[in-house]
């Protein structure tokens, strides 16, 4: 009934099919890749955020079990006494460098993107001039809409 045709079977496909899928994937990338490039600031700064929060909670911790010294001396000391594993990369800047005031000046002199902590009263801010600091969250500088504070505080 029904008849088998003699044709010999070609495997893999044509160079047109190639292309064509190429071509999708290309257009594919070329939509999706800048939603992408915009959230990577954005990430950075979650990622300092929550930097920041771990610190000021491991000051809180420190200066709760010894109550007497307050907070500590520097932040290396929550290191020492394994309040941190380590002080956190400022994810904005790629800094480690703490700078240790005895007071928060109203001006930071360096917007850098350093940790910076007072030991007197055991606050702990990230140094970056949020009205245009010198970091690539131009971004998000952009749409800022909070205080002109030279302190990123959140």
Known sequence: MFKKVNRREEKGFTLIELLIVMALLGVLVAVLLPKYQ???PEAKIAATQQNLESMRSAVLLY??????PGPPPFLDSLVTRNFLRKIPTLKISGSTTVQSVASMPANPSAATGDWY??????EVRVGINAVGGAVPINNFLTNYTGPADPWIDW
């Open 63 to 68: 200066a709760a079990k010894y109550p007497s």
């Open 38 to 40: 915009d959230l990577t």
């Open 117 to 122: 902590y007072c030991s007197s009263t055991g």
